[in-house]
T-cell receptor
Framework: RKEVEQDPGPFNVPEGATVAFNCTYS??????FFWYRQDCRKEPKLLMS???SGNEDGRFTAQLNRASQYISLLIRDSKLSDSATYLC?????????????FGKGTSLLVTP | GAGVSQTPSNKVTEKGKYVELRCDPI?????LYWYRQSLGQGPEFLIY????????DSGLPNDRFFAVRPEGSVSTLKIQRTERGDSAVYLC??????????????FGEGSRLTVL
């Protein structure tokens, strides 16, 4: 079983829509959680960290449910520029280091 | 430049050949990661260095893969006896401190390896 699971999509939504992505992780020892964004043929870049209490950054809201081992990302008022792949990232929780494990990514296409 | 630099950007080789991929991290970044990414997949963890030592190499797929970071800065990923299945984009990332605390890995643009 892969450590980080995401719905690959694609999600096609009109401008202005609200869209939510989900992610589950298998390692209950994982300590830190993030969302990265990757544009086509570009490198991943940090979008936001995910905190236990939930956190918001402008139009983006991230939530963590440790009991269910579930992470979400909500994007409100979608813009054309939000079109990208969104990668859920979880630390391994390993005693030997802090590998960051990436999900396959969820593809978002925002249309006019 | 200020970012993570990877060379070569593209490498085409024949099955069975030896390949080296280089990563020059952001100056002062102590943590360095190698990932590989195939089309339609997320980055797959290979190895992580803290300073000169490999803190976690559990992602290396087999003994054909090896990575070094002798002076705690530049790192080289070495692949022996390349196979067609090794074709992917190899991504290097660095961070100032353990990313567990900051979450920010800074990635290079990757080295696209094609094994014919």
């Amino acid at each position: 079983r892969k450590e980080v699971e995401q719905d690959p999509g694609p999600f096609n939504v009109p401008e202005g829509a609200t869209v939510a992505f989900n992610c589950t992780y298998s390692n209950s020892a994982s300590q830190s959680f993030f969302w990265y964004r990757q544009d086509c043929r570009k490198e991943p870049k940090l979008l936001m960290s995910v905190y236990s209490s939930g956190n918001e950054d402008g139009r983006f809201t991230a939530q963590l449910n440790r009991a269910s081992q579930y992470i979400s990302l909500l994007i409100r008022d979608s813009k054309l520029s939000d079109s990208a792949t969104y990668l859920c990232v979880v630390t391994s929780g390993s005693n030997s280091g802090y590998a960051l494990n990436f999900g396959k990514g969820t593809s978002l296409l925002v249309t006019p | 430049g200020a970012g993570v630099s990877q060379t070569p950007s593209n490498k085409v080789t024949e099955k069975g050949k030896y390949v080296e991929l280089r990563c020059d991290p952001i100056s002062g970044h102590t943590a360095l990661y190698w990932y590989r990414q195939s089309l339609g997949q997320g980055p797959e963890f290979l190895i992580y260095f803290q300073g000169t030592g490999a803190a976690d190499d559990s992602g290396l797929p087999n003994d054909r893969f090896f990575a070094v970071r002798p002076e705690g800065s530049v790192s080289t990923l070495k692949i022996q006896r390349t196979e067609r299945g090794d074709s992917a984009v190899y991504l290097c990332a660095s961070s100032l401190i353990l990313p567990e605390y900051t979450g920010e890995l800074f990635f290079g643009e990757g080295s696209r390896l094609t094994v014919l």
